[in-house]
């Protein structure tokens, strides 16, 4: 069993920055590849960032060159830094765990991000 527990999330003006934590616990070895994706008003779940257990990080379109996804294996946690937000970054943002052998393991609760403009 994983458990995800994220935090960081909140309300920024357009510009501003976040920094989104998920702290996984339990039975991290078994984790591949840590996501992060997000839910906005009317939208469908999206995938925002991943990192692999080898550091490989990908991005959407949209928040490339903007967001950071990074890791510390010493605390199990993964984190996204969030700059130069904009009222589109508006979401509920969930961090997932997934095996390359089991698929997804965990879903996080969600962490609310509003950004004003």
């Known amino acids: 069993q994983v458990e995800l527990v994220e935090s960081g999330g909140g309300l920024v003006q357009a510009g501003g920055s976040l920094r989104l934590s998920c702290a996984a616990s339990?039975?991290?070895?078994?984790?591949?590849?840590m996501n992060w994706y997000r839910q906005g008003p009317g939208k469908q779940r999206e995938l925002v960032a991943s990192i692999t257990s080898y550091g490989s990080t990908t991005y959407a379109d949209s928040v490339k060159g903007r967001f950071t996804i990074s890791r510390d294996n010493a605390k199990n946690a993964v984190f996204l830094q969030m700059n130069s937000l904009k009222p589109e970054d508006t979401a509920v943002y969930f961090c997932?765990?997934?095996?390359?052998?089991?698929?997804?393991?965990?879903w996080g609760q969600g962490t609310q991000v509003t950004v004003s403009s």
């Open positions: 997932n765990a997934r095996s390359y052998r089991a698929g997804v393991l965990r």
């Open positions: 339990g039975s991290i070895l078994s984790i591949n590849v």
